[in-house]
Nanobody, 119 residues
Framework: QVQLLESGGGLVQAGGSLRLSCAASGIIFSIHTMGWYRQAPGKQRELVATITSGGSTNYADSVKGRFTISRDNLKNTVYLQMISLKPEDTADYYC?????????????WGQGTQVTVSS
């Protein structure tokens, strides 16, 4: 059974920091591209950051320089370090595991963790 368990969300003041964690089980973690997405109330889910199995990273323009994604393949965990948080970062944050083999691809999602940034 695949499980992506996020943690680390909460309420923080603008300018503050949080670190999100996503512990994966039931998958071969090291072969998956891991990502963080977020969905604010009334908005579509959007990409925040991804990290490939090889460690290459990609960020949304809105978080570049403030957020850092990393992974620990021994702990099957992906992290999102967030600094200089802004009220517009308020959203539910979701962990994603994306896998590809040949022409096949699949995605797993966590249940989400809420981040609220107060002004």
């Amino acid at each position: 059974q695949v499980q992506l368990l996020e943690s680390g969300g909460g309420l923080v003041q603008a300018g503050g920091s949080l670190r999100l964690s996503c512990a994966a089980s039931g998958i071969i973690f090291s072969i998956h591209t891991m990502g963080w997405y977020r969905q604010a109330p009334g908005k579509q889910r959007e990409l925040v950051a991804t990290i490939t199995s090889g460690g290459s990273t990609n960020y949304a323009d809105s978080v570049k320089g403030r957020f850092t994604i990393s992974r620990d393949n021994l702990k099957n965990t992906v992290y999102l370090q967030m600094i200089s948080l802004k009220p517009e970062d308020t959203a539910d944050y979701y962990c994603n595991a994306h896998g590809e083999v040949g022409l096949g691809q699949w995605d797993y999602w966590g249940q989400g963790t809420q981040v609220t940034v107060s002004s």
